[in-house]
């Protein structure tokens, strides 16, 4: 029996609602998703590699679905191909998000034809949302309820040395 294996790469700090979505639809196009965490050096991670890996697995644990949560830090498509791999799974949210991704699946396609990749555009009401906006609103004090789920929240607020209720917007 052959199992269709998608590689969904990123740096996930911190996994955003935006991420949460694509898994969930994409865990439907395979009977497994590999979720590969990376570290990215023109990033400055707010997260350690170990804790984004216990974050992720925290978070898709209601998903009723074979995800596996593991870090690389090679060649995407060195890595596809050593977990098995046959697609490789994207979310896009903007036109300057394909850019970049259709020059990546490009590349991709020319070290290995044998290896999809596969883009899903974001839903529409997540697709503003990046990691790298949601650490600079809870940096300056805003509440990133709307971007993240309440476990990440609480995450990012106490890696920032800020209290729960920081930022959050009034309930009345």
Do not use: W
């Amino acid at each position: 029996m052959v199992h269709r294996i998608g590689l969904y790469p990123g740096t996930f700090d911190p996994i955003t609602l935006g991420h949460m979505d694509i898994i969930r639809r994409g865990s439907k196009l395979v009977d497994r998703l590999v979720i590969g965490v990376t570290t990215n050096p023109s990033k400055s991670p707010l997260f350690t590699l170990d804790e984004r890996l216990a974050m992720i697995r925290r978070e898709c644990a209601g998903i009723d679905a074979e995800i596996d949560v593991r870090p690389f830090d090679s060649l995407l498509i060195d890595y596809a191909r050593s977990v098995g791999a046959s697609l490789i799974l994207r979310g896009l949210r903007a036109v300057a998000d394909f850019e970049y991704e259709y020059q990546m699946a490009g590349m991709n396609q020319y070290l290995d034809a044998s290896i999809e990749t596969v883009f899903l555009m974001a839903d529409v009401a997540l697709q503003p949302i990046a990691s790298r906006l949601v650490k600079e609103i809870a940096g300056l004090g805003g509440d990133i309820g709307k971007f993240v789920s309440p476990g990440v929240r609480t995450d990012v607020m106490a890696r920032l040395g800020m209290s729960v209720d920081a930022g959050r917007a009034d309930e009345t």
